[in-house]
């Protein structure tokens, strides 16, 4: 029976060639625009660490100058880092289960056998926890476990900078020079790229390739070696400062801290403790601002940073209403299609056939479009995306769109399958309820 | 001519669902181009925003300091020196950051002292005395900074400096009244920094801040172990002389390396990428939509008119003319024009509104919602303008035909 | 085979109320050739549509193969006039982007008859009615009267109990429409229960039996042969209803 459907769907659909390719053509279109925005807008947003979504917490205090907010256009917002005075203070707390400080500076790779010129590496600075809060993905070795006041001569290479020097063999305990000082190699991670970089969104949720983090080492090494972050920093705030004890007691923000509050009791502590030091120290004459301490999950954090920006939430809209505009406009065509076959229709009721027979013919002709239209939109969205990567080939930010995942794929087809289904049933089910005697007459 | 409507909208009447549909199809398809144009517009009008120089034959090589010992005041000279002396080159200038790219620094100004101040956020640049001559930025008022003004690296931080220059746009932020020049400004302190200069506005670097502000310090860039070379090149011998100096300053002093070495139009193009592929992508979504719409029109009223046939050769046979017909069909789409438009406008300031809200869009333009609507009405009646011919030519014959 | 019993109907619009249908009275047996004649507008095709299951009426009992169709679902009713009534109309209706082959095949399919099965059904009855070599032919190639022919391969090929014919002949030219009847009469002789509706007086003659519907009711219901006198005394006396 299905067979008999499908032929006389085919059938139907021949006839009418132009309408049907309008309608095929209307649904790829829609889906296709669908499915570029939403892998752009998943890709772009997704949480990169969604299992830990409540465990961990960007944390903040608004230490800015009490006449300006520290963003004007999100004047609500605490500015997104730290001082080194109030990074050290809130770290020396155990409230939370794991937490971590950290800054991006540049650094020079040098000593590795065989290496002819020094090699510049983005560094991030960190304190231990950095590895296990994040669950960062060792290839070999693992993070240092020393106390994070020490400057301890331990260093983790990324995946890209240890074949680089390395070969990509198994370098840990091997010694290598970092701006100027002697380390030993203790980790190799995995290939690890999380976008968009949640953990560092103030320098960029998605690093250009010379930005991406290629090696770690630990925090006490900005002191000892009185070095100043190159990444992201604003200060404000009274007086030059002269040398670098006063940097480190300035109200420069430069230090990014997240803490791993797995309890709603543990944040609520630790936000007590924050609340204290706010009080404390604004009788000193420090954070003139408004109480705004935060503990920010990284949903809300992305958010807050703008990773998430208006500009692709407003393209997936217009994609959706487009793709309602093309279904509506295949609903009209199916409608008046069916409605105008009515005397045929008639005869086959005439001759026996139910309103289900009928509402399945004619569902199964809905299908085919459906399907049809399905396949190509998937083809169409698959060329814009391809095309999208290959007009961003040297950014980062699309760099994931280099796979269609098998998801999007589901995603797809479930669109397309539910979206024509739905606008093909209404015109399905109506021509179905036609009385089969008023059609017949033929005077 | 003879317009009795209660035919056609009878007629309508029982061809309800289809036109209603339409009608729905019309109002979202307006609401969507209405509003989409609209954002086009404000895109182009970003991407259109002049740098205040011209980025073409200018490029820029980031150079790193390989250890806390180097001597980055010593590396610069030699760099710029070497620079200077390719042929080629017109002007190479040591900065602290990029104009058009995300390497930049900021600082807050005020022209009051103390740090209760009012203060103005704005870019900063440390500069030297040929930076303004590299990029091409005229003197307002006031001069330029001397060779002699340029204070060299050194380990300090912040420092206060007794001369500087900044923008036109930002002398009218701190100084409304006019006359900057020769003003005080502070940095949260009690130094006086004296306006010796006034540009005309340009991009210093990119940031949340009003694009034109910035402040120009007479400093040796450096502090941070990073400085970039900007350099303006004869026009069509930028990409050369960029190869050309990337590879002999990569092995020319070892105590440094370079980290990057772009043209300006690159980072210039990276600016504009958002806002392109939005404006593109809206465009293109909009042609689509108007497309799908009328191909809608055209096809169903097509359709219309090869299933009544017989009604219309009955028409024809009792005396209706060609020009009738047409009239009939064109009218019909008319009343289903006119209703989703009406709709359509609703939804496209209802849209509007919500976007200038959630997303802190300017208000759509009042002029965008009218041309839209009549250019939807034309080109929807454009659609149905041939089929509604084809019902014309319909012979009176076909009424008396059985089937 | 098929028994009515003061059936009515009533087509209510907001102005007018229209009696189809007034005490139909009307008893066919089965293996008889029943022609039924009547000024237009006398209910002759409501007639023709509650008998075979197109339309509901409103009150009386009517009674089909001895089953009392009223409270029949249209599931129900679908399947009754699929495998027990084969129908024929004035305007052939045939479905036009089907060959032959496929429009007589159209009933059986409802019926998931197995692909072999309705080749042996479908082929029977094209030869029956003498074209089974034009089987892969589109209906538009063929003439009126081979149309005809095909519908009616098409009601027969499923084996129905009655065959239900509107105004067969109707459009077709003296030749062919003799054709039709000579096919009618040759499967009405195979078994089948035969009721038409005819202005045609040939049509009438060859019928067993006439019934006679006037304004809705049943006048008359007598073999042609006796009816003659009677039709010139009603002649030139048509009443419409409504």
Not at chain 1, 375 to 389: E, M, P, Q
Not at chain 2, 168 to 176: E, G, V
Not at chain 3, 153 to 169: F, S
Not at chain 3, 182 to 200: A, F, P, R, S, W
Request: charged residues 15%; aromatic residues 8%.
């Amino acid at each position: 029976m299905l067979r008999y459907y499908l032929r006389l769907a085919f059938n139907s659909l021949r006839r009418t060639p132009g309408l049907t390719a309008l309608m095929v053509c209307a649904i790829a279109l829609g889906i296709a625009a669908c499915i570029v925005t939403l892998t752009v807008y998943h890709a772009m947003s997704g949480n990169p660490i969604w299992w830990k979504n409540n465990v961990l917490y960007a944390v903040t205090m608004d230490s800015w100058d009490p006449g300006t907010p520290y963003d004007s256009k999100h004047p609500t917002l605490p500015p997104p880092q730290l001082t080194y005075k109030d990074a050290i203070y809130l770290a020396s707390s155990n409230i939370p289960k794991r937490k971590v400080i950290m800054t991006q500076l540049t650094g020079m790779l040098n000593g590795a056998p065989g290496q002819a010129v020094p090699l510049r590496v983005m560094t991030r600075a960190t304190t231990r926890d950095f590895f296990a809060m994040f669950d960062v993905p060792f290839e070999y070795g693992g993070g240092w476990r020393g106390s994070d006041r020490d400057a301890l001569p331990e260093i983790v290479l990324s995946k890209q900078v240890n074949a680089e020097l390395f070969g990509g063999a198994d370098s840990v305990g091997r010694s290598i020079s970092w701006n100027g000082n002697r380390f030993r190699v203790v980790g190799v991670l995995r290939k690890w790229q999380p976008l968009p970089r949640f953990y560092d969104v103030v320098n960029s949720a998605f690093p250009p390739p010379e930005g991406t983090d290629q090696v770690f080492v630990p925090f006490a090494w900005m002191t000892a070696l009185q070095a100043l972050p190159t990444g992201n920093m604003t200060c404000h705030g009274s007086g030059g400062v002269d040398n670098y004890q006063q940097f480190l007691g300035s109200e420069c923000l430069w230090i990014e801290m997240w803490a791993e509050l797995p309890t709603a009791a543990g944040r609520e502590r630790f936000r007590a403790f924050m609340d204290a030091y706010w009080a404390a120290q604004r009788k000193t004459g420090r954070f003139q601002r408004p109480l705004n301490n935060r503990l920010t999950d990284v949903g809300q954090w992305l958010q807050d940073n703008g990773v998430v920006t208006s500009d692709s939430r407003i393209l997936l809209r217009v994609a959706f209403a487009f793709l309602a505009v093309c279904l509506i406009n295949t609903v009209g065509i199916l409608l008046t299609k069916f409605l105008r076959a009515a005397p045929i229709i008639g005869v086959r009721r005439a001759l026996g056939a139910n309103r289900r027979h009928i509402f399945m013919q004619h569902i199964v002709e809905v299908a085919v479009v459906s399907v049809a239209g399905g396949l190509l939109g998937l083809a169409v969205g698959a060329a814009g995306l391809a095309g999208v990567r290959a007009i961003h080939a040297q950014d980062n930010t699309y760099a994931m769109l280099a796979h269609f995942d098998p998801l999007g794929v589901a995603w797809a087809l479930a669109l397309a399958a539910a979206s024509t289904l739905a606008a093909g049933l209404y015109p399905a089910w109506s021509v179905g309820r036609l009385p089969p005697a008023g059609y017949l007459k033929s005077r | 001519m003879n317009l009795n409507l209660r035919p056609i909208l009878s007629a309508l009447a029982r061809n309800r669902t289809g036109a209603v549909l339409i009608a729905l199809e019309i109002a979202i398809a307006l609401a969507v181009m209405v509003n989409a144009t609209w954002i086009v517009a404000q895109r182009v009008q970003q991407i259109e925003e002049p740098s205040g120089f011209d980025a073409r034959d200018m490029f820029a090589i980031g150079v790193s300091a390989l250890s806390s010992h180097s001597d980055l005041g010593a590396a610069q000279r030699e760099d710029l020196a070497y620079l200077r002396s390719l042929p080629g080159v017109v002007a190479a200038s040591a900065t602290s950051s990029v104009p058009l790219s995300p390497y930049g620094q900021g600082t807050s100004l005020s022209p009051l002292p103390g740090s209760n101040a009012p203060m103005t956020w704005t870019r900063m640049m440390e500069a030297d005395e040929a930076t303004l001559e590299t990029l091409g930025v005229r003197i307002i008022a006031g001069r330029n900074f001397g060779a002699a003004d340029i204070r060299p690296l050194t380990k300090g931080f912040f420092q206060a400096y007794p001369e500087v220059i900044i923008t036109q746009s930002l002398a009218d932020k701190l100084f409304p009244g006019g006359n900057a020049l020769g003003k005080p400004v502070y940095s949260g302190d009690n130094t006086p920094m004296t306006v010796v200069g006034i540009t005309s506005n340009f991009i210093p670097s990119v940031a949340d801040t009003p694009a034109y502000d910035a402040l120009l310090v007479p400093q040796a860039p450096g502090d941070f172990g990073i400085y970039f070379c900007l350099v303006r090149t004869r026009p069509g011998m930028t990409a050369t002389l960029l190869q050309t100096a990337e590879r002999h300053l990569a092995t020319s002093n070892l105590d440094r390396v370079i980290f990057s070495a772009q043209t300006l139009p690159y980072y210039r193009a990276r600016l504009d990428a958002s806002s392109r592929d939005m404006a593109i992508f809206l465009a293109v979504v909009t042609a689509l939509i108007l497309s799908v719409t009328c191909l809608g029109i055209f096809g169903l009223t097509t359709f219309n008119v090869s299933t009544r046939t017989k009604q219309i050769g009955t028409l024809r046979a009792v005396g209706a003319r060609k020009r009738d017909i047409v009239a009939h069909y064109l009218v019909e789409n008319a009343i289903v024009l006119v209703t989703g438009g009406a709709v359509g406008c609703v939804l496209a300031l209802g849209v509007g509104q919500w976007l200038s809200d959630q997303y802190q869009l300017p208000r759509l333009d009042l002029h965008f919602l009218v041309i839209g609507v009549v250019g939807l009405a034309v080109i929807g009646q454009l659609a149905a303008w041939h089929p509604a011919r084809r019902a014309a030519a319909v012979p009176p014959s076909v009424a008396t035909r059985t089937i | 085979m098929l028994k009515m019993q003061d059936v009515s109907k009533v087509y209510r619009t907001d102005l007018i109320e229209t009696h189809a249908l007034r005490n139909f009275s009307l008893e066919v047996k089965s293996g008889q050739f029943v022609a039924v004649s009547g000024p237009s507008g006398s209910g002759k095709t409501t007639f023709l549509n509650v008998a075979g299951l197109l339309e509901t009426f409103d009150t009386g009992i009517y009674e089909l193969n001895g089953q009392d169709v009223a409270r029949l679902s249209d599931d129900a009713r679908s399947r009754m006039r699929n495998e027990k009534i084969g129908f024929i109309f004035q305007s052939f209706n045939l479905i036009p982007d089907l060959d032959i082959y496929d429009n007589v095949d159209v009933p059986l399919r409802y019926r998931r008859m197995k692909a072999a099965e309705r080749n042996r059904r479908i082929t029977k009855a094209l030869e029956l009615v003498g074209l089974a070599s034009r089987m892969k032919h589109m209906p538009s190639q063929l003439s009126g009267g081979q149309q005809q022919r095909v519908a009616i391969a098409r009601a027969i090929a499923g084996d129905p109990a009655l065959i239900l014919a509107d105004e067969p002949t109707g459009n077709l030219d003296s030749l062919m429409a003799r054709q039709v009847v000579d096919l009618l009469e040759q499967i009405n002789e195979m078994g089948t229960t035969i009721v038409l509706v005819t202005h045609d007086p040939e049509l009438a003659r060859r019928a067993q039996r006439n019934v006679h519907v006037v304004d809705g009711v049943v006048i008359d219901s007598a073999p042609y042969e006796r009816r003659i006198p009677t039709e010139e005394a009603h002649g030139g006396v048509s009443r419409s209803a409504g």
